[in-house]
Nanobody
Framework: QVQLVESGGGLVQAGDSLRLSCAASGQAFSTYAMGWWRQAPGRDLELVAACNWNGGDTHYAESLKGRFIISRDNTKNTVSLQMNSLKSEDTAVYYC?????????????????WGQGTQVTVSS
């Protein structure tokens, strides 16, 4: 099992950038695929980005491709989400999640461990 803790959320203006970080416990982190999910007010959970165990294979929601970047550092047990050119519609709670498979999944039930979430609010 693994524990995940997100940080880096906050209140920003449209056009700004934020970098979210997720710190994971345990040595098994480097074997897990990782994903960032978000839930906007009144909407379902949405997969924002995901990567495989070493970060070499990545996935992005089509609408976010080019604005968001997922990366990981297995020497530090961290995964990050760089968010650029933020828009008001990016306002959501962002969750870090771990998939015990080495390759990432795109389904909600593919993910086995979840962080507590961090709020990102983009004003316009």
């Amino acid at each position: 099992q693994v524990q995940l803790v997100e940080s880096g959320g906050g209140l920003v203006q449209a056009g700004d950038s934020l970098r979210l970080s997720c710190a994971a416990s345990g040595q098994a982190f480097s074997t897990y695929a990782m994903g960032w999910w978000r839930q906007a007010p009144g909407r379902d959970l949405e997969l924002v980005a995901a990567c495989n165990w070493n970060g070499g294979d990545t996935h992005y929601a089509e609408s976010l491709k080019g604005r968001f970047i997922i990366s990981r550092d297995n020497t530090k047990n961290t995964v990050s989400l760089q968010m650029n050119s933020l828009k008001s519609e990016d306002t959501a709670v962002y969750y870090c999640a771990a998939d015990r498979s080495s390759d990432y999944g795109t389904k909600l039930d593919d993910y086995d461990y979840w962080g507590q979430g961090t709020q990102v609010t983009v004003s316009s």
